[in-house]
């Protein structure tokens, strides 16, 4: 609702401490499953994606973890830098849908 | 840069004023998609072409909105006697294929005065 959009569950970390913000996604038809960062005033920028026949996936100093049994995403950064701190939204769809549905954001500040 | 691009990035009108954004997807994407974001929300579809062909519309395209993509690449959202609930951000994005990745632009913030 839209108390819940404006008040965005946040995460302050410390610079260079790793950072973990998790999604509940909703639909268990979903399968394909993408974090995107939007920094203030910009787009949301993809990071890193995950099909539902995986369960872990690697980026650069990110990672994505997929656990189907309760429906939970989460999105690991390493060594979280000042340039990090952004909005994180979780996203999914499923084979078929042409539209992404996306979740409440998570705002990450990265404390130098 | 070969990324999406959206004109104008800002755009103030007065209600009752007539806007058209602009948009200009990656060169080899042919699955265009209209978002619509407001404060604190994450961005919720509105429509999405494959080539020049509209396939699917959500509840939030009301008649005052349209969106065209006349030869496939570009495509143009126009939002007729805007009201003040019309203030948002207007996102586009582009993909290759369905299913795949969407990657967006940097939208397009609308203002109702």
């Known amino acids: 609702g839209e108390s819940v959009g404006l008040h965005l569950p946040t995460l302050s970390v410390q610079e260079g401490d790793n950072s973990i913000i998790n999604c509940a996604y909703s639909?268990?038809?979903?399968?394909?499953f993408i974090w995107y960062k939007q920094e203030s005033g910009k787009g949301p920028q993809f990071i890193i994606d995950?099909?539902?026949?995986?369960d872990k996936r690697q980026g650069q100093r990110v990672t994505v973890l997929l656990n189907k049994t309760v429906k939970h995403l989460s999105l690991q950064i390493a060594a979280t830098q000042p340039g990090d701190s952004a909005v994180y939204f979780c996203?999914?769809?499923?084979?078929?849908?042409?539209?992404?549905?996306f979740g409440t954001g998570t705002r990450l500040t990265v404390i130098p | 840069d070969t990324g999406v691009s959206q004109n104008p990035r800002h755009k103030i009108t007065k209600r009752g004023q007539n806007v058209t954004f602009r948009c200009d997807p990656i060169s080899e994407h042919n699955r265009l998609y209209w978002y619509r974001q407001t404060l604190g929300q994450g961005p919720e579809f509105l429509t999405y072409?494959?080539?020049?062909?509209?396939?699917?519309k959500s509840r939030l395209l009301s008649d005052r909105f349209s969106a065209e993509r006349p030869k496939g690449s570009f495509s143009t959202l126009e939002i007729q006697r805007t009201e003040q609930g019309d203030s948002a951000m207007y996102l586009c994005?582009?993909?290759?294929?369905?299913?795949?990745?969407?990657?967006f632009g940097p939208g397009t913030r609308l203002l109702v005065l």
């Open positions: 072409f494959q080539n020049e062909a509209q396939l699917e």
């Open positions: 995950i099909r539902s026949n995986m």
């Open positions: 996203a999914e769809t499923r084979t078929g849908a042409n539209n992404l549905f």
């Open positions: 994005a582009s993909s290759p294929f369905q299913g795949e990745t969407q990657y």
């Open positions: 639909n268990s038809a979903s399968d394909y």
